[in-house]
């Protein structure tokens, strides 16, 4: 068997991501969210883990600096990388959205400013409706952007609905579900095979 590399996306699904792979024996002794290391063995030496940004998740997994990768749907999308995407973990589930003051009118020009962390996926949204719009790329509080008139909307993912309520914002349109996924370089899914058909039934037995 290969030692495989997995690169876990930091944030709020790390720790589900961490209490699956427990389920299904594969137990980190040292990690901890609150630490500042990067690297993690598991106790089988089976599995290097890589602690890295999600957004950077799918980078890693397609130039094979990691061989696996557990990331959201969301990161994955926006990415749009060459990577098979193989489980649905169905950890940290919401909804990509549209979202605005209800009853705004159109803007005058007829080109929607569409605020954004994920520009490529608002794009193909709008292009599939054959709206025109120009993207501006935040990295956060993307909810401010419709308040203080920097965009006539937004594209973000709404998991509660919380950040949209508390500031007086509507979703004016649902779009994809996301959710935590395991994908996997394509060269390793050859090369490393029997490695990797192993981890992933391992993880599928936790997902039953
Ligand atoms: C995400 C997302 C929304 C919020 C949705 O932001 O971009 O702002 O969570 O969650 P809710 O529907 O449960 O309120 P995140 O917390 O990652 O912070 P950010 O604004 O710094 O990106």
């Given at each position: 068997m290969n030692m495989l590399t997995l690169a876990l996306a930091k944030g709020r699904t790390a720790d589900d991501s961490i209490k699956l792979l427990e389920k299904v024996?594969?137990?980190?002794?040292?990690?901890?969210?609150?630490?500042?290391?990067l690297v993690f063995y598991d106790a089988a030496g089976l599995i290097k883990l890589i602690f890295v940004k999600a957004v950077d998740v799918p980078t890693y997994v397609e130039n094979g600096a990691a061989d696996l990768g557990i990331v959201g749907k969301d990161n994955i999308m926006e990415a749009r990388k060459d990577i098979y995407e193989i489980l649905d973990l169905q950890l940290g589930q919401c909804q990509f959205a549209v979202a605005g003051f209800n009853g705004e009118e159109p803007p005058k020009n007829n080109v929607l400013t569409v605020a954004s962390k994920y520009p490529a996926v608002a794009k193909s949204h709008f292009q599939k409706k054959g709206v025109p719009i120009e993207t501006i790329k935040l990295n956060?509080?993307?909810?401010?952007a419709p308040i203080i008139g920097l965009a006539d909307v937004i594209v973000d993912i709404v998991e509660s609905g919380n950040t949209i309520r508390e500031n007086g914002l509507t979703i004016l349109e649902e779009m994809d579900a996301v959710s935590t996924r395991l994908i996997v370089n394509k060269a390793s899914f050859t090369t490393k095979s029997e490695s990797v058909h192993a981890f992933i039934n391992t993880l599928q037995t936790g997902l039953e």
């Open positions: 024996g594969i137990h980190f002794d040292d990690f901890s969210d609150q630490s500042r290391k956060g509080s993307v909810e401010l």
